[in-house]
């Protein structure tokens, strides 16, 4: 065996995980647009279904074509696995089912995407689990906020709606104090910008949906795992560290030591939660992430370019982006996301709420949509959509208050984007209203 060399991100982006298939050469990954797999023999399936034997058996739990993406996804993250699943949100459920149980709690950011939020304040209650909102800038809360029930420590790298970058270290060595898992929502960074595995994290979570992808065509989520997290260690993670009576008492950890995370994800999440991403997403998605770099770069210099532009600009009284001077997270940039503060900030318009809604309607190459990552450009009112059932404190602690719009810079010529902008401030002054 030669050495395998240390390939490149770029590389990497486009090679791990796909190699030529196997029964017709195709150099794409084709789509496996298959329910089920064919077993050798009845012994074949046995041990397929007792886990003594990696293979694959229904498209529930695995797929060659979601292989693939999972297999990328781990590689770009630096983990040792990975499982995808319908979407961002169904990744975090996924993230968490195995580390909670009833009466349980998870520490997290007040700075969260707005459906995270209501996912966290509202919906995991459901399931006898709660969450603790923290300003993670607070060290000293985050770490007074951990108790016994407390299962993991859960946060976004760059926090959407942009401008917030988390201090991944600060928060991973307190984790590492409470033996504890850190979660990490690296959606608007992607594994391009910021690598949160080698700033502590022990789970990296994705939607899919935004800047991976990149396009605004698929809906999926991913969950990567470190491998690093001894879940064994403080008999607080029993689906992981004592015997599982769905597979005949097999222990997790002890079967699979660094992969057990993700060979849960699969054998139990996927199979009893069912929230599966299909082959086709998958296809799409790879595709998609064959280009990240590149995009991410041009999202990154238009993102600086554009910030700039309208921090100097009368209508604005305040642009949130760490990618300017101006940010008080700008330092971490470059320890936290060294090639960029990404493509995503918030806007505050002297106009207010009024100002807001009429910039929203009077772009023209900017769409108002809710999404993100796109390689067109996209704008909205967080206050009055995806921030709308937040009460108007979490509105602000999550940098969505009345007077503020979310964009999200696409892959444009910078210049005709800051023409459309400038356009549409014009028409949304309140001077202009009269
Ligand atoms: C969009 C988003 C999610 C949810 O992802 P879906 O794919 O829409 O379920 C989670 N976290 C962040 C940071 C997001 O931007």
């Known amino acids: 065996m030669t050495d395998t060399p240390q390939y490149g991100f770029d590389t990497l982006q486009v090679h791990a995980g796909s190699r030529p298939d196997p029964a017709t050469g195709a150099r794409q990954t084709p789509i496996y647009q298959t329910t089920a797999y064919v077993f050798r023999d009845a012994e074949h ?9 990696v293979g694959f058996i229904y498209s529930r739990l695995t797929n ?20 995808c699943c319908s979407s961002g949100h169904g990744a975090q459920i996924m993230a968490l089912f195995p580390l909670m149980a009833p009466g349980c709690n998870v520490v997290v950011s007040t700075r969260l995407y707005g459906g995270t939020v209501t996912q966290f304040s509202h919906t995991i209650r459901r399931f006898g689990w709660s969450a603790k909102f923290v300003d993670f800038d607070d060290t000293d809360a985050v770490r007074d906020a951990i108790d016994d029930d407390t299962r993991a420590i859960f946060c976004e790298s760059i926090a959407n709606p942009g401008g917030y970058i988390t201090d991944l270290d600060a928060i991973s060595a307190i984790a590492d104090n409470a033996g ?10 992607t594994p391009y910008l910021c690598r949160p595995i080698e700033h502590g994290a022990t789970l990296v979570v994705h939607s899919l949906t935004k800047f991976l992808t990149g396009n605004g065509t698929v809906t999926g989520g991913v969950v990567v795992d470190s491998g690093k997290f001894d879940w064994s ?10 015997p599982e009576p769905a597979y005949h008492g097999l222990t997790f950890h002890e079967t699979f030591g660094p992969l057990a995370f993700t060979f849960h994800g699969i054998a139990v999440g996927l199979r009893d939660l069912g929230m599966t991403l299909n082959p086709q997403a998958a296809h799409y998605t790879l595709l998609g992430i064959e280009t990240l770099s590149l995009r991410m770069q041009k999202h990154v210099e238009n993102a600086e370019k554009i910030a700039s532009w309208l921090e100097k600009h009368d209508a604005v009284s305040a642009v949130t982006y760490a990618g300017l001077p101006s940010s008080p997270w700008h330092d971490r940039v470059a320890r936290i996301c060294p090639k960029g503060a990404g493509g995503l900030f918030t806007v505050t318009l002297k106009g207010g709420y009024d100002s807001c809604v009429k910039l929203v309607d009077s772009l023209e190459l900017f769409s108002h949509v809710a999404n993100l990552g796109d390689t067109r450009s996209l704008i909205i009112h967080s206050a009055s959509t995806t921030h709308r059932q937040l009460t108007p404190e979490q509105q602000k602690a999550a940098g969505a208050a009345p007077d503020v719009v979310r964009i999200s810079i696409g892959i444009e010529d910078a210049d005709d984007l800051i023409r459309d902008l400038d356009q549409g401030l014009a028409k949304s002054a309140p001077a202009a209203a009269a």
């Open 233 to 242: 260690a403080s008999g607080k993670f029993p689906s992981l560290s004592e």
């Open 45 to 53: 399936a046995a041990a397929l279904f007792n886990l003594q034997e």
């Open 64 to 83: 060659p074509t979601v292989a693939v993406l999972q297999e990328r996804m781990a590689t770009l993250e630096g983990g040792a696995g990975a499982v």
């Open 180 to 189: 504890l898992p850190l979660i990490v929502d690296n959606t608007s960074a």
